[in-house]
């Protein structure tokens, strides 16, 4: 997690079965306007990215649960296709 969770918020998940390359994309510009963000590697996605520099089991975002509805904003508001998300609603 980059910064803690405002005012111990709980952790809401923001996006799942995320690619290496869409979930950088996605930590970088939500961080960029503030958004702390939590990485979960699925599996053991964790050691193969550590190993190999890829993860083939998909990586979870979580997002302060006060902050999803202005995520899912500026997500939906990038014109940056994600062919590959789902957005959770």
């Not at 939590?38 to 990215?49: D, L, P, Q, V």
């Amino acid at each position: 997690m980059s910064e803690k969770f405002i005012d111990d918020d709980k952790a809401v998940l923001l996006l799942s079965d995320l690619n290496d390359i869409d979930a950088k994309i996605i930590i970088s510009m939500l961080e960029s306007y503030g958004i702390p963000v939590m990485k979960k590697n699925k599996g053991s996605g964790g050691i193969m990215e550590v190993y190999f520099g890829a993860n083939n089991f998909g990586i979870d975002l979580y997002v302060p649960s006060k902050m999803l509805d202005k995520s899912l904003e500026l997500i939906n508001s990038d014109p940056v296709e994600y062919d590959d998300i789902q957005i959770k609603k």
